[in-house]
């Protein structure tokens, strides 16, 4: 019988779209170097590690895309107001709470961006616990930061569901005795959940 239901953040419970972000910002001839050069970029990863400032990671972007220093800034200047909720998937967490099940988030996600969204959105409230990125210095697919989750809080992880937008994090999160289910949108999770009969 599962107890315990770990979310994934981005994708699942708050909306994380940046081509659409940069639409706003940036003309279309640029919109995709800007968007590889910042999304795709390997200070984002060690923005969701902890292992560098937004400042930095802005400087470093900027060094190597010289031609795009107004767009990057432009990207980076409120890119967390994509951070929107979700709102079917907040109305199952919100179910989930209800029917007693513990809910926790693990989370690859950037310190500022982090407070950003605790700030703003009152559904934080509902969960028992998480381990986000930064804090622990671990990103998903990294067992170690799946580990982490299940000691900290004390999961059986046959007691436990894993849902993630991406397929190597569930796969990781499988690896380890944990249920994972890879989210596409909130009425699959729906029933997902439902055939694992978890009450929602």
């Known amino acids: 019988m599962y107890k315990n239901i770990i979310f994934d953040l981005g994708n699942v419970l708050l909306d994380f779209n940046p081509r659409d972000y940069l639409k706003n910002k940036i003309s279309d001839d640029k919109l995709e170097d800007v968007f590889k050069a910042v999304f795709t970029s390997e200070e984002w990863i060690m923005l969701d590690r902890g292992t560098i400032t937004e400042k930095e990671a802005i400087n470093n972007i900027i060094r190597r895309n010289s031609t795009y220093i107004k767009e990057i800034n432009l990207a980076f200047e409120s890119w967390y107001d994509i951070l929107k909720p979700i709102e079917e998937s907040i109305n199952i967490l919100m179910s989930l709470k209800k029917n007693g099940y513990k809910i926790y988030y693990l989370s690859n996600f950037h310190q500022l961006a982090f ?22 210095k ?5 067992e170690d930061i799946y580990k982490l989750v299940l000691d900290r809080y004390k999961l059986n992880p046959s007691e436990t569901i894993f849902i993630d937008d991406t397929k190597v994090n569930v796969d990781a999160a499988n690896s380890i005795g944990i249920k994972g289910i890879l989210f596409k949108d909130s009425e699959k999770l729906r029933e997902e959940l439902n055939s694992l009969e978890v009450k929602i």
């Open 138 to 142: 671990l990103i998903k697919p990294e």
């Open 115 to 136: 407070a950003e969204v605790t700030k703003k959105n009152s559904f934080f409230e509902l969960f028992d616990g998480g381990v986000v990125s930064y804090e622990e």
